[in-house]
């Protein structure tokens, strides 16, 4: 699970978006079958603008989860999108 962006517009959000994924990273662990990196493990990725096939390789991953957070007042959208790292293709997405 990659960091999630912060698309406010307000830096001062970032905690907001580093919330939400610790949230989901979380929640995601409980799932027996998985096999989830650390938040440690992949903060790293935060702002960077990598090919989606070097991030893969540089976690071992086979599947990436990545998203957004958008804060307005009192108004949060949450896109998230889990997506086949080897094949770079989108499975799920849901706002």
């Avoid at 999630?4 to 959000?13: E, Y």
Wanted: no cysteine; hydrophobic share 40%.
């Amino acid at each position: 699970m990659l960091p999630f962006d912060n698309l406010s517009g307000d830096p001062q959000q970032d905690f907001f978006a580093a919330g939400i994924t610790d949230e989901i990273i979380t929640d995601v662990a409980k799932i027996s079958k998985l096999n989830v990196i650390s938040r440690t493990s992949v903060v790293r990725f935060k702002g960077k603008e990598k090919p989606l096939k070097q991030i893969v390789a540089e976690l071992g991953a086979d599947y990436i989860v990545e998203g957004t957070v958008k804060r307005d007042g009192t108004r949060v959208r949450v896109t998230v999108q889990f997506i086949d790292a080897r094949q770079d293709r989108h499975l799920w997405a849901e706002n």
